[in-house]
C-alpha cells in the first residue's frame, strides 16, 4: 500500500515544492501536526486511549522501547523530509522502494519463507521498476 501512494503522490509533491518551497521543518512538522490530531480523534473512537494508559501501567519497562522507537522515528522523518524538500520529487520513492525491497529480500533469505514463481516474478517487476526509473533519472540528466 505505501508503494502504491508514494507512486500515486509523488507528482501532487512536485506540484506542492514547486509551488510553496516548503522547508523539511515545515513539511515535518505540518505532517506530525496533523498526524496527532487523526490519531489523537481515532484513539478515541476506536476506544484505544484509555487502554494504552493501563497498559503503561502494567508493564512500565515498555516505557522506554516507546521512547526509542519515537527517537528512530524522529531521525527517519527528518532524513525523509530532509531528501522530499531537497531533491526532486521520485529520489524519496525510489529510495523508500529500495528499502521495503531489500527488508523483503532478507526475510525472504533470513527466515526461510519460501517464495513460489508468481512472487518472485512480483519482486522482479518491482526491482525492474525501480532500476528503469534510476535509468530514466540518470539517462535524462545527461541529455540536459
Not at 16 to 36: C, S, W
Not at 56 to 62: L, M, N, V
Request: charged share 15%; aromatic share 22%.
Amino acid at each position: 500500500m505505501s508503494v502504491v501512494c508514494d507512486a500515486f503522490f509523488s507528482d501532487s509533491q512536485a506540484y506542492n515544492k514547486g509551488q510553496y518551497k516548503p522547508t523539511a521543518n515545515q513539511l515535518f512538522t505540518t505532517t506530525n501536526f496533523f498526524a496527532f490530531i487523526i490519531i489523537f480523534f481515532v484513539s478515541f473512537i476506536d476506544q484505544s486511549f484509555f487502554p494504552f494508559f493501563d497498559f503503561i501501567r502494567d508493564y512500565p519497562s515498555a516505557i522506554k522501547d516507546i521512547i526509542i522507537v519515537g527517537v528512530l522515528q524522529v531521525i527517519g522523518q527528518i532524513s525523509i523530509y530532509y531528501v522530499v524538500a531537497n531533491f526532486k520529487q521520485h529520489v524519496f520513492p525510489l529510495i523508500s522502494t529500495t528499502r521495503k525491497i531489500i527488508t523483503v529480500l532478507v526475510s525472504i533469505f533470513y527466515y526461510g519463507h519460501s517464495q513460489n514463481n508468481y512472487q518472485w516474478f512480483a519482486v522482479g517487476i518491482v526491482f525492474f521498476g525501480m532500476f528503469y526509473e534510476l535509468y530514466e533519472e540518470l539517462t535524462h540528466k545527461k541529455q540536459k
